[in-house]
Structures are given as structure tokens and as C-alpha cells.
């Protein structure tokens, strides 16, 4: 059986990707601690260590390559045990990353995390996501909005739009019925101000899944 580092490398380079040893370690790390504390409470389904860094660090990872490459401020809604925001900034320093969960233990365990790989730029805040003014005013708003596994594409959109700034994209991470959801919201088109941008296909390596990202673009702002 290869090791954490090992899985996780070979993975890597299924993306293109060429993380350090520090960040794999840092990757492991926080491995072994969701590991432990999935002992305690339901955060992950109990699987092998194979099937838990492929269907949740390396799915987590292949947004990467679709980031923007100078510093931005990315926004994870319904993050969980951390996947994908939390991921992608343990290898994504200059990432200014804030977490939306309203599960009080997750929040928990995300906060560990944090302290335990000493995260900085990370904020982190136990509500549900709204769509209104007064909370767009207390985030602000982000160059990426994504979330993994929250709710269809017509729901998320709905969500995260007010979030998003000018030429800034949202991010669908979706499983077989991706192209079924994107012709429910092509249908209803309720978010003018957004434009699809098109997709692709991330296998996921030794998972046997295939995840889908879908882009979305906030072509303008307007300003009250």
C-alpha cells in the first residue's frame, strides 16, 4: 500500500500538479487529524486511506489549475470538513480564503485545522450562506465562489452570484448530472449577470469517479 505522500504525489501529476514535500506533508497532516477525529464525529464516510485522499484531497485539488494566479480571495460555501477551500489553501499561501459552514462540529474541526497548519488569511464563519445585502456587505466580495456538494447549479448560482465580483467566476463541482442541471439553469436563467464559460472533465485518480468543473463568469457589477 503507497503511503500518504506517495498517493498523493502520483495523484498530483494526474492535474499537471508538482506540490513540495512541505505541502504534501502539510496535506498528510491534515490527513491523519481528519482521520482521528472522523473517529468522533461523522465528518467523512469511513473508507480506506486510498479512497479518502482521491475522493477528497485530490478532488479538492483540481480546481487548481483553474485559479487565478496572483493573489485573490476565494469563498467556500458549505464547507464541511474543509473541502475543497481549506485544501486548496494549505498549498495556496497567498489565497485569502473564507469558509462558510453553520455545523457547529465541523466548524470545530475546521478551526483545528487552521491552528494546526497554521493557516493564515482564513476566515472562518458558522452561518448559512444569504443572498441579501447585509451579508454581502460583511464578506465583501471574491474572485472565485465554489462549493463541492451544496445543491444543484440553478440553487448554488442563485447563492453565490451576489458574491462574486466583476470578472470574477463561480465555480460547480458536479458528478453525472452536471449537464442535466445546466440545462435546468440555461432554462430558467435566472442570473443574467452570469455567463457559462464551459467545463471540464478532472478524473479523479483511483476513485473511479469523474468530477465536472463548470465555469460561470460575473460579467458586470452594478453599483447601487
Known amino acids: 500500500m503507497p503511503s ?30 481528519l482521520d482521528k477525529w472522523s473517529k468522533k464525529m461523522n465528518l467523512v464516510a469511513k473508507a480506506p486511506m486510498e479512497e479518502i485522499l482521491a475522493s477528497h484531497f485530490l478532488d479538492s ?27 486548496l489553501k494549505t498549498v495556496c499561501p497567498a489565497m485569502q480564503l ?9 466548524v470545530t474541526f475546521l478551526r483545528h485545522i487552521i491552528r494546526t497548519l497554521q493557516l493564515a488569511r482564513v476566515t472562518l464563519v ?18 472565485v465562489v465554489t462549493s463541492r456538494a451544496l445543491a444543484d447549479i440553478k440553487t448554488f448560482l442563485s447563492l453565490a452570484e451576489p458574491f462574486v465580483k ?9 458528478g ?7 440545462a435546468a439553469w440555461q432554462a430558467a436563467k435566472k442570473q443574467p449577470m452570469l455567463t457559462y464559460r464551459g467545463g471540464v472533465v478532472c ?11 463548470l465555469f460561470f463568469e460575473n460579467k458586470e457589477r452594478l453599483v447601487p
Open 203 to 213: 478524473p479523479t485518480a483511483d476513485s473511479g469517479k469523474q468530477r465536472q468543473l
Open 166 to 174: 466583476a470578472g470574477g467566476r463561480i465555480i460547480c463541482m458536479k
Open 4 to 33: 500518504c505522500d506517495d498517493f498523493l504525489a502520483r495523484g498530483c501529476r494526474a492535474f499537471g500538479l508538482d506540490l513540495s514535500a512541505a505541502q504534501r506533508a502539510d496535506l498528510c497532516c491534515y490527513y491523519r487529524e
Open 126 to 143: 458558522q452561518e448559512r450562506l444569504a443572498p441579501d445585502e447585509a451579508m454581502v456587505q460583511r464578506l465583501g466580495l471574491f474572485d
Open 176 to 182: 453525472p448530472k452536471a449537464a442535466e442541471e445546466l
Open 61 to 87: 485539488l483540481s480546481l487548481l489549475p483553474h485559479l487565478p494566479q496572483h493573489e485573490f480571495r476565494l469563498l467556500d460555501v458549505g464547507s464541511g470538513a474543509g473541502f475543497p477551500g481549506l485544501v
Open 98 to 106: 473564507t469558509l462558510v459552514e453553520p455545523r457547529a462540529k465541523r
